[in-house]
């Protein structure tokens, strides 16, 4: 296999497909870059949650910068109030997946995939056209578009939540995600 990148949102979304990668003898490296998360506090927990998991299954993690204030202005700026799954989530998946696929070209990675694309919060198309055009900027990196939520994926993630006492929360990560649930409860 091909050496490959693994941009991370969370452990709950990681956990099935480190797993199905682990027992292929794919052993990617996890990338963190999740600059939508807000407040800062979750975006700590989240990443702990990654660390713990990397550290269990025994692969590398990379933490991209967190710039909440940079994600504003360039990715979530004049979006809003678009709804989840709108425009502004495209936005931010291309965001947070050409800095990963900047990663994977300058460290030496010929392929990128996302845990974005086993999220229930998610569009799949819009994380594969994201994911797609992110390394279309960038020479020598594939995008992986396998659908994680497929093959018994999903129904995994969901035991290995409850099997590794996961954190698992309930929004996607940004204040207008939060907002979004917020309405919806």
């Not at 480190?18 to 979750?42: G, T």
Request: aromatic share 12%.
């Amino acid at each position: 296999m091909n050496k490959v990148l693994l941009h991370t949102c969370c452990a709950p979304c990681s956990s099935a497909i480190l797993e199905w990668m682990l027992a292929r003898d794919i052993r990617p490296v996890i990338f963190y870059s999740n600059p939508n998360i807000d407040p800062r506090e979750e975006y700590e927990r989240r990443r702990s949650e990654c660390k713990r998991y990397a550290a269990l299954c025994g692969v590398a993690m990379v933490e991209d910068a967190y710039d909440h204030a940079a994600w504003l202005r360039e990715a979530a700026q004049g979006r809003e109030d678009e709804p989840e799954r709108g425009a502004r989530c495209l936005a931010c998946f291309r965001y947070r997946l050409l800095r990963a696929a900047r990663y994977a070209a300058a460290n030496g990675f010929d392929t990128l995939a996302t845990t974005l694309a086993s999220s229930r919060w998610k569009n799949l198309d819009q994380v594969n056209a994201a994911g797609a055009w992110a390394c279309s900027q960038v020479e020598g990196v594939s995008w992986w578009d396998k659908n994680w939520r497929k093959d018994g994926l999903q129904e995994r993630r969901n035991q290995l939540i409850k099997e590794l006492n996961f954190y698992n929360q309930r929004y996607c990560g940004c204040e207008f995600s939060r907002k979004y649930l917020e309405t919806k409860e």
